[in-house]
């Protein structure tokens, strides 16, 4: 009898568990102009998702399937969607990377992305497409967990993204960033900032309630502090990785960071309380005069009591990340099978506009997607050759440790991000540390943290480490928008037999469909060559450099000179030509 019994249940309850694993979430998003005033400063054009912004959080829990049909309704703009910390282990082609893992979306097609999420917590998506998601297609991606490890410490939790604001285009906003005029390469300083895509936010919290606030920064350059009046926050999450609960008075968060925090409200309700992020001005060349990088919410305890402003503070001293420890306290991954050194500087080139280069190349697109060339080329995927040279392109072995040394040769903060990953961060110097040394730093923790977003400090240095486990075509870039269109990315190229036996007959007809509406070769190298891989004549390159004996000072003036010079002449002709 028991025995039967068991035997009818057993099945039973696998049955139950697998069924309410595989839950599937559909979300249909039709992509197109909208327009909004966050700031209340200025009613801009922003890309919405059927006809709203801000756009819909993504939610689901681990272990569903989801799927994103995505209908490109901008109509003067191709896009895709990039679900940020989201490993797409076994599915590379959802990555959503414009000329890596797809081709855009061009104005009146569709696509649908497809993938499960095996790994709880915070993250974000966003359009890769060149230089885009600022235009407001950015927002919040949720990933529940049975079995999270803090769920005792928390009633409730709130999602509370963060954000820099611009009143113009993108696109005006690159044409003038990227130019003969910005010689030194000056990012736009953004209008504003953004709690929740708006600002003055009221939080409404109960007495003795703990909060957990699921924080992600979603903008296109500024890092912001944050903090909340008189309470304490305890950091239990990063980028998607639990740690050991951490208090915190103030945090610091880069562009595509996530941080979740417990913040236990007060046993009574006799005041409010603000909560302030403040973008990090070391950031910008120049601050506008009348700037304001602040911006407030509160914890609203009682409606009818007042929300006083913000007490200022006379300096920033935020948490330092670098000594969190993950909750399952994964241990160092101490033999390095192979290392990539990557040095990064800020140059001209002799377009005259600013660029950002790794090891002295600056990335340029290819023409095939290099997940496509992995898929056409056979046994030759694995010669890094073939993805051009302006890919940067790294080819990884299957499961062996990697290990990236970012050197920081520019004064500036960058905030470094790994698709496909997350990485344990070995070391980070303070400012001004030069290259790294190995023998002149400190021993590695033991357990050290891990997140897919790094800051890497001015003239500075941080090392990484992860494990090759996901065959995949997966970006390393600076996740400052300006900086992505600058150049500075790299390609990895993990694994790329073991993605062809992934991956070759599986890829979905919509991918084919919207390489053929925007006329974008699929076969060969980065160039298009299907005959010899080796030969990449046509393939996209960078602006030459400066020839030598020219400064790059130097080089501006002159093309400056030039262009003042045509403008005369035309000057001269339009008047020469003009009827009297
Ligand atoms: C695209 O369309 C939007 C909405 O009409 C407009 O504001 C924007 O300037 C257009 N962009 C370009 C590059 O023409
Ligand atoms: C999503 O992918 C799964 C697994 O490959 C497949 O079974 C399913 O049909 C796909 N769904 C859609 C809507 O494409
Ligand atoms: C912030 O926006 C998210 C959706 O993106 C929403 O779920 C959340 O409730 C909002 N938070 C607050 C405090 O209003
Ligand atoms: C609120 O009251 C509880 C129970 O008396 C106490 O344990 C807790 O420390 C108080 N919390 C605060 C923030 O004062
Ligand atoms: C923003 O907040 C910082 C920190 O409190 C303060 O120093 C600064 O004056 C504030 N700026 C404005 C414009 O309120
Ligand atoms: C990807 O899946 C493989 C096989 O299940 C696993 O061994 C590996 O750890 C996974 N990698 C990541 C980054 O999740
Ligand atoms: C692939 O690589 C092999 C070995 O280097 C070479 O002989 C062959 O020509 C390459 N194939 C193509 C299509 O370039
Ligand atoms: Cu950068």
Redesign the pocket.
Known sequence: MALSLSNFLLPLALLLSSTARCATVTYDFDVGWTYANPDGQRTRPVMGINGQWPIPPIVATKGDQVIVNVKNSLGNESTSLHFHGLYMNGTSHMDGVIAVTQCGIPPGSSFTYNFTVDQPGTYWYHTHERGQYPDGLRGPLIIHDPEDPHQDLYDEEIVLTLSDWYHDLMHGLLASFMSVANPSGAEPVPQAALFNDTQDLAVRVEPGKTYLFRMVNMGAFAAQYVWFEEHTMRIVEVDGVYTEPMEADMIYLTAAQRCSVLVTAKNDTSANFAFVGSMDQDLFDAVPDGLNPNVTGWLVYDDSKEKPAPKLIDAFEPFDDFELVPYDQEELLDRVDHSITLDLKMDNLADGANYAFFNDITYVHPKVPTLYTVLS?G??AT?PIIYGENTNAFVLAQNQVIEIILNNDDPGKHPFHLHGHAFQVITRSPDDAGFYDPANTPEPPSTPMRRDTILVRPNGHTVLRFRSDNPGVWLFHCHIEWHVASGLVATIVESPLAVQAQLMDSIPSDHWDVCAAAGVPTQGNAAGN?????DLRGANVAPGRIPDGFTARGIVALVFSCISALVGLAVIGWYGFKPV
């Open positions: 080329t046994p030759n010669n299907v005959g010899d891989l080796a």
